[in-house]
């Protein structure tokens, strides 16, 4: 129940009892063992008028619990675990501002009770013990025994088929036959494995006992909610632990497990994703470089840009060009002979 269904259970029950002096339904004598925090509990209920059964009505809690917190009678009370929420949502109905504190308190004060009490149960030594063929020989002759007395006085099955009663036959045929929706599959977000038969103990990150039993081989169980939580195994490498998409191995085999933490499987996987996007990136950033230097190189060289010819740069071309196949032709020029003066 939530703190506002609380509040307006409380609000309905002191309406109904409006006008009186008292709402306390139980007597005179109210739970006068309370101690410790529980002590705190109690003086807060008494000054709102509240009695035991109806804040166990509000809380949907039996009313030997609700003296049982109060009193700090923890034989009373389930595990730490779920007793320590009952104390949060004790004191958030009771509108305490300090309901943090509280839950500590408790737990301080509850925490050595629990350990003692799993202490006792682990090393109680078990008074008999009896070989495992004399058991099963056992079953199975009380077995035989059981099943053929039922056959030896169980009657013949007669087949007699009461036609239906008419009511019920009409609103049959009257109820629509839609289609059959399949359940939604909720996977959890971290889970603890069991590869073999081993007892384990489950604690959540503030401590508080979660589970404490035999996990069959491939038996899982959820362990979303309970924060970076804690396991203890009589042995290692028998238990898996699984979340955000990674897994690991508890313990060394053959070695005891003693509150070995879960990592943090969230930050794992965040970074993780983050260092495969970096390498994505550099990937990609190292392919376009390639490509456009591969680009570059097969663009053609650019066109050279011509000089217009002008008349001082142009060369003269001679006058006329002997062809191939033109003879040479000698040009002899005329001799002229000196003529020597006549004689006088």
């Not at 996990?215 to 979303?224: A, P, V």
């Amino acid at each position: 129940m939530s703190p506002a269904e609380a509040a307006r259970t409380l609000d309905a029950a002191k309406a109904l009892h409006a006008g009186r002096a008292h709402l306390r339904l139980v007597g005179s004598v109210d739970n006068p063992d309370a101690d410790g925090p529980g002590a705190r509990l109690q003086a807060a209920r008494r000054d709102q008028e509240l009695s035991i059964h109806q804040v166990a009505a509000a809380l949907k809690l039996k009313p030997e619990q609700v003296a049982a917190i109060e009193s700090m009678q923890f034989q009373k009370l389930p595990g730490l675990g779920y007793a320590l929420g009952y104390v949060r949502a004790y004191g958030e109905l009771l509108g305490l501002v300090d309901c943090d504190g509280l839950v500590s308190e408790f737990r301080d004060a509850w925490e050595p009770v629990q350990r003692r009490r799993e202490s006792e149960i682990a090393t109680q030594p078990s008074k008999f013990v009896a070989p495992a063929g004399a058991v099963v020989a056992l079953a199975l002759l009380g077995w035989l025994i059981v099943w053929a007395s039922l056959h030896a006085l169980k009657p013949p099955p007669v087949d007699v088929v009461a036609p239906p009663d008419e009511k019920i036959k009409a609103w049959a045929e009257a109820q629509p036959k839609g289609p059959v929706h399949a359940t939604a599959d909720v996977q959890p977000l971290s889970t603890l494995k069991a590869l073999q038969d081993v007892r384990v103990t489950l604690r959540g990150e503030d401590g508080a006992l979660v589970t404490d039993r035999i996990l069959r081989k491939d038996e899982s169980i959820s362990t979303d909610g309970l924060g970076r939580w804690f396991v203890s195994a009589p042995f290692g490498g028998v238990l898996e632990a699984s979340g955000y998409g990674q897994t690991v191995i508890i313990g060394e085999a053959g070695i005891k497990v003693v509150n070995w933490r879960v990592p943090d499987f969230e930050a794992i996987a965040i970074a993780k994703a983050k260092a495969e996007a970096e390498a994505a990136a550099a990937v990609a950033a190292a392919e376009a470089a390639k490509l456009a230097a591969a680009q570059a190189k097969a663009q053609p060289a650019a066109t050279q840009s011509v000089v217009p010819a002008t008349p001082d740069t142009v060369s003269k071309a001679p006058a006329s060009v002997a062809p191939a196949n033109a003879m040479p032709v000698t040009v002899t020029a005329p001799v002229t002979q000196a003529t020597a003066p006549a004689p006088r």
